[in-house]
């Protein structure tokens, strides 16, 4: 079965009220509740030209006009709906993050309507959303750069509020079967994010090896990451100080740092002759007392000035060239328990009881 199906050329379906659904843009039944929508702009297709890339280009100009619509939703966009809020209610959280739940409702519909007009049925759109990798999918679903979201809210009847004339009179309409009045470059878009989608909520991570063999500090040689991600995860290029890394005053050293090491840099604001120091003591779980601080430690290495300046290869595990390593585990073990009941400095907690 083709998640594509060609479109085949549908009968008209029988409906006296030829009332159509604001989502899909297909014909409604009689009875179903519609809302008035007052279009007081609409836009006149003039000519298409095409571009020197070969991209057809439509000149379109804004006219004036006052048309009321009247568009109610059909029963197969409701359930989509409806599968929207179910979904908005059970990532609350993430939904709260992306503003009002009723913009997140919108966006959630958007994205699964683009399912649903691509031909993804509704069994297969849940399982994205009930499996393994359920939160991925979800968020994917909505993210900007991945478009599917984006695209489904362009393709909906509703946005179509405007292009109603052309210049040969005909309404871009659709024959009143369900998503009938987009073009084949509407559908395209769609379709291009829903490839993304499939793509990035399959992708699993991989190790990422870092750009100059090694991370500058610990010298580790690769770190998780997802494939698109990249090298991206290794930060920014740095140009650190040799001495700082414990070196002779060699000048400056350039490489990068892992995201654990990044991070131990980050907390300590600035590079200066502690924060080797305090990403080794982080690595080996120093949780410091409020009042001490880090210590300055003497002679510490990073990789940079020893491993990668001798042989190059990256350390099997963090600090493994640092013979250091040992001594600052115990000592990390004992200072984060010193006085039973101090309290401790945590940077993702802030102050909590040192825990023996
Ligand atoms: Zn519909
Ligand atoms: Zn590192």
């Not at 006009?65 to 609350?92: P, S, Y």
């Not at 913009?103 to 993804?120: C, K, M, N």
Request: charged fraction near 25%.
């Amino acid at each position: 079965m083709s998640l594509f199906p060609r479109r085949e050329p549908r009968s008209r379906p029988a409906s006296r009220s030829r009332r159509r659904c604001r989502d899909c843009g297909g014909f409604i039944e009689a009875r179903t509740p519609t809302t008035k929508y007052i279009s007081t702009q609409a836009e006149l297709l003039l000519d298409s030209e095409k571009a020197g890339n070969g991209d057809v280009r439509e000149v379109k100009s804004m006219v004036d006009a006052n048309r009321t619509f009247i568009l109610g939703q059909c029963a197969t966009c409701r359930a989509v709906a409806d599968r929207a809020k179910h979904l908005v209610a059970e990532h609350e959280v993430f939904a709260l993050r992306l503003g009002t739940l009723s913009y997140a409702e919108d966006l959630f519909t958007s994205g699964l309507l683009a399912l649903d007009l691509l031909g993804v049925p509704a069994a297969t759109a849940d399982a994205a959303f009930t499996s393994a990798g359920a939160k991925k999918a979800v968020g994917l679903l909505v993210r900007g750069d991945v478009g599917l979201a984006h695209a489904g809210a362009d393709a909906r009847y509703l946005g179509r509020l405007y292009p109603i004339f052309t210049i040969r009179g005909q309404r871009q309409g659709g024959d009143g079967t369900r998503w009938s009045h987009l073009a084949s470059a509407e559908v395209d878009a769609v379709r291009e994010g829903y490839l993304a989608w499939q793509k990035l909520r399959v992708e699993r991570t991989q190790p990422i090896p870092a750009p100059e063999g090694g991370c500058m500090f610990c010298g580790i040689g690769a770190v998780m990451g997802l494939a698109s991600q990249g090298a991206s995860i290794w930060g920014n290029e740095r140009k650190i100080d040799s001495r700082t890394l414990g070196g002779p005053g060699l000048g400056t050293i350039t490489g990068h740092l892992c995201p654990v090491c990044r991070k131990s840099v980050e907390m300590a604001g600035a590079f200066g002759a502690q924060t080797l120091t305090r990403a080794l003591l982080d690595y080996v779980g120093y949780k410091r007392n409020v009042w001490a601080g880090y210590p300055e430690a003497e002679g510490l290495q990073a990789w940079a000035v020893t491993r990668r300046g001798r042989d190059g290869m990256a350390n099997p595990t963090p600090w493994a060239h640092e013979k250091a390593l040992a001594e600052a585990r115990r000592w990390a073990a004992s200072a984060s328990k010193t006085a039973p009941g101090a309290l401790v400095w945590d940077d993702e907690h802030g102050a909590r009881p040192a825990v023996a």
